[in-house]
Every structure is written in structure tokens, then in C-alpha cells.
């Protein structure tokens, strides 16, 4: 009831305007008490400004099943522009979240990922349970880019390499795979195991990557894809959703998934430690660091919302977005 | 054959009045329903019967801001279009409104997207040349219809040409149907209005050949489970009551000692303002027509025949090669009684219903099947998008009984089945491993008489049809408030299932002497998993649980399967056309021409 009394605060007190600050954005998929096509609390994209964190906005459609969301503040147009990954199709905002469009039609559905070229924000990628698709043109036009994914178009992460904008890559049921020509082929990196649930980069060893995997663990490369290590030092569990580098000091990574709570290491991934004091969920779907506070840590839980550390993940509290399935964060 | 001079005839006027009849007193019967559901509004307005009441309420409906979602996308702008004279303007207006401020979820199955765009396809048609501020999802009206345009076309293509995916579902039918006759009422294109009535023609055609007194017949793509044990009480009754004059009886009556609610159970009863499946009355409103052969088709049951089919597997994401593997169903009908099957695995998530016997009865629980009751978040995965591991929970949430060992209804990768014609082996290999490793059959307390012989036949009466059935292994009897579960434990299991008619046998007594003498070779099933059984209509099955299906010594080859065949229907794979025959009369739904041709066929 709280979480609905905050959300009709934000509809009837809020302009539907996300703020040009820096802001969490919470993608909630769906909530505990879900039924299709039933009367259902609202879910979809939830924003939260570092000046009020008690209040989650809503903004955008309601209970479209967002399961991810890209956000870019320097648009050409001027404002900020805004892509959520939703059950049906692509929606997106060129005006901070004032309006939205969906800009896909029927061919591109249950979206799962989505993400902007860092350096050109005419270009976006979606991941999909029927391929990569791509926009050249700011998510007007789509076109699907599966070639050498054959193996499975079951796509759940997708990320532009951040130095190289021709190098993408994504992860599917089959394995991790890298594109060397902005997802105009693709080829299945040397990653054994298949179930890759997500994707991640080191924002300052490019030939550094790491996969969380379905009933497989983490797997860490350090040379681009062709050598891959299971991470399993303190790790007792083997499925991880989400993998994230710590932008100020990328030794540091976060991980969580399946029961797991939240894994954290120091030392590049070579070993792990949970850490979960006052985590009540242990169901993590993502986890996403502060860019201005390295100290300052949101995991997004499946089924009881997300979860706040100021310590660097040493100790949680609960921030909101009670009973929400959060399948992804963003900070900007 | 030679198809004459093609002839246009109108339904029917011999069973127009019966429609007419029906049709009255169907609306007559909603009208007066009090419940808090956009198809009573609507019956009520129709009729001038409680209409301030209906109008309240409709303006209650409309307001309420937790109603969206596909169902409310086709079923608003139907209202509209239906009732468009009776509609005060403020009420026309919060119906436009809601198409702007209202979130129209998609949805993520075959009938969610066939209620979504038909309904975006007659509300762009209706609000056209508007830009995108005046809608929900920021399209324009002309990207809105464009796009509806485009996904109806490619899925009637896809259905006439490789199979519908949500097939023969008792509960799902009205969801595709009601939808095409607003559509084939209301297009103002000439060409998806002639689709639409062609697709509706196309849906009950596909259901009344499995049609048997208002049951439907055969396996099921999915169907809720107290439908799957009591046919009668399924959403499609209303449908066949009113356009087959089958049952009997109108379905709100308490003929068959069922609660009256129920009857109209909709597929989303949790939402309290969609209600019942109430959707028949938008049939009544419609101005569409069943042609004649169609009815026939649903009623003629002098002869039995053999109906074939060929559907395809709800899109397939992970843990598969292909996305749409086919489905081969087959079903043999009677005057008395309907033996079905699609041949077992996982051919549809949760609800798959793989076999049964279904027989004509003035009682509840008219039918007969057994199921391995099977989950796992992997065989969710396959379909839906979300994490495996918290699948199963989500489906149970609004299914219900996903993961109850004592469910009825169930798709089971253990599970396989060969049926000809009258007769069919079902073989269970269950992993060890599996949550639940029994098989369970349902049968019911109304059965007239269930002895067991000796040699293990199980036999039962059911007014004129009589079931013989052996299980393979050992089993118990539970009693439950409807029905005796038969269940048994092992995992290498089996069942034969042989069904006959009074008209044959003349007696039951000479039933259960016929199959006192009967044998089933089964002799190292364990290691073999293979059964071989002679039916008394005299043809030899032999089937080995992954291996094949030998009738008469020649192996049965699935290749040869066509969308549909059997004395009534015809359709070709790839081939867009359905050619229905009945006696000296044809009507051809040709969906590549766009055009439908009605004619007698003279030797």
C-alpha cells in the first residue's frame, strides 16, 4: 500500500518530467501479486532524484513489463532521451520522460535489453528472445541484425565496447558473442558454457569482460573474448543476472543473482564475498553503482524492490519499490 | 469432381429463424444479468432493457483506470462501434479518451495480440488523420492502423498456412472469434473485411468439425482444467448453443446441475469487470452469418469420420531448433462420443490438454483421459522470456495449479500417444527425476457403470458409449467430489483405450464379453516400452514410447499430415485455402484471393 500511495502521490502531485539531474531509474517488471490482463499495481519505470530518496516517480506507460532502460542526457534535440526495453517494443522519450513513443511495431517484442552507442545516440541496440535489433536513426527505423546468431536468437544483454563503437556485444543461450562491425556479423566468442544471462565490460581495460550465466557462475576474460576463467573463489551459487565493474576503480565488481544476495570483489574477480547485511531479498536482478559515489550501491531485487548500500555494500537498507520485480537500474 | 457455376447463398433460411430465436433470447438472458461487464452494458443498450443502469455502468467501466490491456482494446471500440446510436456523446468521447490515456498492454500470446490489434485496427480506422499526442503509445492514427493492418494480415496468414498456435481451445476460441466479427462488421477496407468473415468462417469451421453437442472435441492447445473435466461448462457452449443450436439446451440453464456463473467463466475471471465470458453477445450483435455448410458440419454425425490436423507449437525462444514445430492432432467422431489426440511432449505451455475421450451425456464430467502432470521452470523458459527460476511462480500465481500434483490439465515430456481411429495406445516414460511421477486418469462419478475384469480391462458405460480401458501397471482409486482419479505410480507406464458404441455392440454386457476376450501384447514393457494391440475394428497398432507408430505393419509418416483433412475439411500446408465439403455443397476460403466461392459439387 505504501508503495501504491507513493506512486498516486507522484501521478497527481508530480509533472510525468524526469528531472535534468542525476537520477536512479528502476525498470519493475512486474510485482508479487501479477496477473495477466488483471487489475494490477502499476509497474514500469520509476525514477528517484538523489535530493528526495523516498519518493519514487513514475513516468511513462504503466504495466508494459519494462525490463530495461538507457537513458542519455546530451540529446541533439536538447532534451533528455530515454529508451525503455518493454514487453511491447521500444518506447522512448526525446523530452526527459514529458512524452512517449513506442517505436517499434509488432516485429520487435519482449524486449530485454537496451542500449546507446556511448558516442553516437542515433545509434541503439536492443536485445530480444528473436534476435539484435538496431536503430541508426534515433529508434525510428529498426533492423534486425542476427546474422551468425543463429545458435539461439534468445538475446538477454547487449553492450557497445567503450572504446570502439564497432565492437558490440551481447549474451544469449548459447554463449557470449562479439560483433566487430557494429552487429553486422556476429561470432560466438570462446566462452564454453551457454545460459549467458548478461554482459559486462571493464570501463578501463577494454579486453577485459565478465558474464553471469544461468546455473554456471561467473566467467571473467582478459583478452577479449578468447580465454575465459570461472570465477569461483568464495562463490556458492551458479546463477548471476547481473555482473557490473565499479566505474572509479574497476577492480571492483558486484554480482548477484539466484538467492545469491550481492557478491563483491576486489581483486578483478579473482575472489568473492557476499554481502548481504540487511539485504531481506536475495533475489538480485541487477545492481548498479553511483557514478559520483562509488560508496553508494543499488541492487534491484525480484520481488521485494531495490536496495541501497552508502558503504560500498557492506550494509543495506530497503529504498523502495516494495513487492516490484526490478529487473534493471540505471544511474545517470 | 466439378465445382458448378459458383453460387452466393445466404445463411441458411431454415436455421435462420432457429438463429434468430436463440439470439433473442440470448440477448434477452444478458440483459437482464446485473453483473459488472462490458457485454451485459452492452446487451442491455441493445435491447433498451435497464439502459440508465447500463449506461452508469459503462461510464464505470470506462473510468476505471485498473481496466486496460488487450481485452479492453477490442472490446471498448467494439462497444462503441456496436452500440454507437445508443452511446450519449460523453460517453463516446471517454471512450475515445481512453485510447490516449489508457495503457493498452499487448500482451505476449496469439489471442492477446488478436484482441489488441483488432481493436487499434478499428480505433485508428474510427479516430484516423490524428497524430501521435492523441494516443496511447504516441503513434499516429495512420501508424497505429498500419501496424494493426499488417499483424492481422501475417497472422491469418500463418494460420492458414502453417496452423494456428492457441488451437481448438474451449476457452480461447471466444477470444479469437469475437474479435473477427467486429472486424468483418466494422473494417471499412474491403479486402480485411472480407478476411475477417473469411477467418471467422475459418475458426468455426475449425471447431465444428470437432463439435459434438456443444462439446468441443479433441486435444486442446489449452483449455483451464474444471473446463477439461466438465466440457459443458466451457467458454466455447455458449458459442455452439447459439450458432450449432447444440447443446440443446441454453448453457445458463441449470441442465447439467452446474452452478450458472461459471458457465461464463472468463479466461481472466480475476478481472471482476470483464466478468464471464459474456463475449457471445457480441456475436448476437453482429451481422455476421454461420454459412449453412458450416453448420452442417458441426451437426452431422451419421457417419464417423477420422478429422486430421496439423497446428503448430506456440513460438519457441530457447532450449529448441526450430520455432513453430508442427502439431499433429487427430481426432475420431462419432454420433456418441469423440476420441482425440496430438501426439504428446511439451506442444504447449501449461495448459495443454494431449487426449481424451469426450461422449454425449445430459451429465457433468462427460469425458475420459489421463495426464502426467508435469512442470518445470525450463519447459516455461522454452516460451516466455522471464528467469526460469521464478517462472514457475509466476504462472502459478494466476494459473493456479501449475505445479499441483492432482492438476488436470498438463503438457508432460514423458508422455506419447498413437491413436487410430477409435482406438489409442498412451506410454509414459517419466524421468525419476520429475516433481510429479504419476499418471493420473480421469473418470468420472457419473458414469453409468465401471467394472474391471479380470484381465484388467477397466470397462465403463456412458449412455450409448462404452470405454474400454487397460492400464499397463498397477493403480489405486481415489475418490473425489466429481470423479474416481485413477492413478498409478510407475514411470514406465501406459494405457490402451478402445471406445465402441451401443449401436455397435447392442449391449454393454456384449461389450464386456468382446473385451473379456481382448489381450494387449505387452510382454517386456519395461525394457521394450512397446505395446502392440489389435482394435476390433481389426487394425494392428503397434507403438514403441520414442520410437515409432506402426498401423498394420506400415509405419505412420507425420509428413503427410495437412492443415486439415477429413470428409468435411481440406487444407493443404502453405496453401492458404480451406475447401469445406458437405454432401453436394462446398464453400473454399481462398486467402490469397481474398475471396470466398460457394458451389455444389456434381460427379
Known amino acids: ?332 | 469432381m466439378i465445382y458448378a457455376v459458383l453460387l452466393i447463398f445466404p445463411a441458411v433460411n431454415a436455421m435462420a429463424g432457429t438463429f434468430e430465436e436463440r439470439k433473442a433470447e440470448l440477448l434477452q438472458e444478458a440483459s437482464n444479468e446485473r453483473g459488472r461487464n462490458i457485454f451485459l452494458v452492452a446487451a442491455k443498450i441493445a435491447t433498451h432493457h435497464d439502459e440508465r443502469y447500463a449506461l452508469t455502468m459503462l461510464d464505470s467501466l470506462i473510468n476505471d483506470q485498473q481496466i486496460g490491456g488487450m481485452f479492453y482494446s477490442y472490446q471498448m471500440i467494439a462497444t462503441y462501434l456496436y452500440l454507437q446510436s445508443g452511446l450519449p456523446d460523453s460517453l463516446k468521447e471517454k471512450i475515445r479518451t481512453a485510447y490516449r490515456t489508457r495503457t493498452m498492454y499487448r500482451g505476449d500470446t496469439e489471442n492477446h495480440w488478436v484482441a489488441y490489434y483488432t481493436g487499434l485496427y478499428l480505433a485508428a480506422q474510427t479516430w484516423h488523420d490524428e497524430d501521435g499526442s492523441h494516443w496511447f503509445n504516441g503513434k499516429s492514427s495512420k501508424e497505429n492502423f498500419d501496424e494493426a493492418k499488417d499483424w492481422l494480415n501475417e497472422w491469418m496468414r500463418i494460420t492458414t498456412t502453417i496452423g494456428q498456435g492457441e488451437f481448438d481451445s474451449p476457452t480461447y476460441f471466444i477470444v479469437f472469434i469475437t474479435p473477427m466479427m467486429a472486424l468483418q462488421q466494422f473494417a471499412l477496407d474491403n479486402t480485411m473485411k472480407k478476411k475477417a468473415e473469411m477467418m471467422a468462417d475459418y475458426l468455426f469451421a475449425d471447431f465444428a468439425v470437432e463439435n459434438l453437442n456443444g462439446n468441443y472435441c479433441g486435444a486442446h492447445s489449452r483449455d483451464y482444467p474444471e473446463d477439461i473435466v466438465n466440457p459443458l461448462r466451457a467458454p466455447n457452449v455458449p458459442w455452439a448453443w447459439l450458432y450449432f443450436g447444440t447443446p440443446k439446451n441454453a448453457p445458463w440453464l441449470p441442465t447439467l446441475g452446474l452452478p450458472r456463473q461459471p458457465v461464463f467463466r472468463h479466461p481472466t475471471s480475476s478481472n471482476e469487470s470483464l466478468g464471464y465470458a459474456w463475449e457471445v453477445v457480441f456475436g448476437a450483435l453482429s451481422s455476421y452469418r454461420l454459412p449453412e455448410i458450416i453448420f452442417h458440419v458441426a451437426t452431422d454425425r451419421s457417419v464417423p469420420y477420422v478429422d486430421k490436423e496439423q497446428k503448430r507449437v506456440r513460438n519457441i525462444i530457447r532450449f529448441g531448433k526450430e520455432m513453430n514445430p508442427q502439431v499433429y492432432k487427430y481426432t475420431y467422431m462419432t454420433d456418441q462420443y469423440a476420441l482425440g489426440s496430438i501426439q504428446g511432449g511439451i506442444l504447449q505451455p501449461i495448459q495443454q490438454h494431449t487426449w481424451d475421450v469426450t461422449y454425449v451425456s445430459d451429465k457433468p464430467g462427460n469425458t475420459l483421459f489421463t495426464l502426467n502432470p508435469f512442470y518445470s521452470g525450463k519447459e516455461l523458459a522454452m516460451f516466455f522470456p522471464e528467469e526460469q527460476k521464478f517462472l514457475t511462480d509466476e504462472v502459478n500465481r494466476y494459473h493456479k495449479v501449475y505445479t499441483d500434483p492432482n492438476k488436470w490439465n498438463s503438457s508432460s515430456p514423458y508422455e506419447q500417444t498413437f491413436q487410430c481411429k477409435n482406438a489409442i495406445i498412451v506410454l509414459y516414460n517419466i524421468t525419476p527425476t520429475a516433481h510429479h511421477r504419476q499418471v493420473d486418469g480421469f473418470f468420472s462419478k457419473n458414469l453409468d457403470e465401471r467394472i474391471t475384469l479380470a484381465n484388467r480391462w477397466i470397462l465403463c458405460k456412458a449412455g450409448k458409449t462404452y470405454i474400454a480401458f487397460f492400464p499397463l501397471k498397477q493403480y489405486e482409486w481415489i475418490e473425489e467430489p466429481n470423479d474416481w482419479r485413477w492413478r498409478s505410480y510407475d514411470v514406465k507406464n501406459g494405457v490402451v483405450v478402445e471406445v465402441g458404441r451401443e449401436s455397435e455392440y447392442g449391449s454393454f454386457e456384449a461389450f464386456r464379453k468382446t473385451f473379456s476376450a481382448a489381450a494387449i501384447d505387452a510382454k517386456d514393457f519395461d525394457k521394450t516400452l512397446t505395446v502392440r494391440y489389435t482394435t476390433h475394428m481389426g487394425d494392428t497398432m503397434q507403438f514403441t514410447y520414442g520410437g515409432a507408430r506402426i498401423l498394420n505393419g506400415h509405419t505412420v509418416d507425420f509428413s503427410h499430415y495437412k492443415l486439415f483433412d477429413s470428409p468435411f475439411l481440406h487444407s493443404d500446408i502453405g496453401s492458404g485455402v480451406l475447401t469445406m465439403t458437405y454432401k453436394n455443397m462446398t464453400r473454399i476460403l481462398d486467402f490469397n484471393a481474398v475471396a470466398i466461392r460457394n458451389g455444389m459439387v456434381t460427379k
Not at chain 1, 532502460?69 to 517494443?89: F, M, S, T
Not at chain 1, 570461472?230 to 574497476?250: I, L
Not at chain 1, 563483491?264 to 564475498?273: L, N, Y
Not at chain 1, 536475495?282 to 525480484?302: E, G, Q
Open chain 1, 1 to 332: 500500500m505504501k508503495f501504491l500511495a507513493v506512486l498516486f502521490l507522484s501521478l497527481f502531485t508530480e509533472a510525468h518530467v524526469v528531472a535534468q539531474q542525476t537520477a536512479v531509474y528502476a525498470a519493475v517488471l512486474s510485482t508479487k501479486s501479477f496477473v495477466v490482463g488483471g487489475k494490477n499495481p502499476m509497474t514500469g519505470l520509476f525514477f528517484q532524484r538523489p535530493s528526495d530518496d523516498t519518493l519514487w516517480q513514475h513516468s511513462g506507460a504503466p504495466n508494459v513489463r519494462v525490463s530495461g532502460v538507457a537513458v542519455k542526457v546530451e540529446h541533439p534535440l536538447g532534451g533528455k532521451l530515454l529508451y525503455l526495453a518493454a514487453g511491447n517494443g521500444v518506447h522512448r522519450s526525446t523530452d526527459g520522460g514529458a512524452t512517449w513513443k513506442i517505436v517499434t511495431d509488432w516485429r520487435v517484442t519482449e524486449v530485454q535489453w537496451v542500449t546507446i552507442d556511448p558516442r553516437n545516440s542515433s545509434v541503439v541496440y536492443i536485445a530480444t528472445p528473436y534476435g539484435v535489433f538496431k536503430s541508426s536513426d534515433g529508434g525510428n527505423a529498426w533492423k534486425e541484425m542476427s546474422r551468425g546468431l543463429e545458435a539461439s536468437h534468445f538475446i538477454s544483454s547487449i553492450i557497445v565496447d567503450v572504446v570502439n563503437s564497432n565492437i558490440v556485444y551481447c549474451s544469449t543461450e548459447d554463449g557470449a558473442y562479439i560483433s566487430r562491425d557494429a552487429a553486422a556479423t556476429w561470432q560466438r566468442m570462446g566462452l564454453s558454457v551457454g545460459g549467458v544471462r548478461v554482459i559486462a565490460q571493464d570501463p578501463d581495460n577494454p579486453k577485459t569482460l565478465a558474464v553471469g550465466t544461468e546455473d554456471n557462475g561467473i566467467y571473467i576474460s582478459h583478452d577479449g573474448g578468447e580465454v575465459w576463467m570461472k570465477k569461483e573463489s568464495g562463490v556458492d551459487h551458479s546463477t548471476f543476472y547481473t555482473v557490473v565493474f565499479d566505474p572509479h576503480d574497476s577492480r571492483i565488481l558486484y554480482a548477484g543473482g539466484y538467492v545469491t544476495g550481492v557478491y563483491k570483489s576486489t581483486d578483478s574477480g579473482e575472489s568473492w564475498r557476499r554481502t548481504n547485511d540487511g539485504l531481506t531479498c536475495l533475489n538480485v536482478h541487477s545492481i548498479a553503482v553511483d557514478p559520483a559515489n562509488s560508496n553508494r550501491i543499488y541492487a534491484a531485487s525480484m520481488g521485494d524492490g531495490v536496495f541501497r548500500s552508502d558503504d560500498g555494500g557492506a550494509h543495506w537498507k530497503f529504498a523502495g519499490l516494495r513487492n516490484a520485480e526490478v529487473w534493471r537500474l540505471a544511474i545517470q
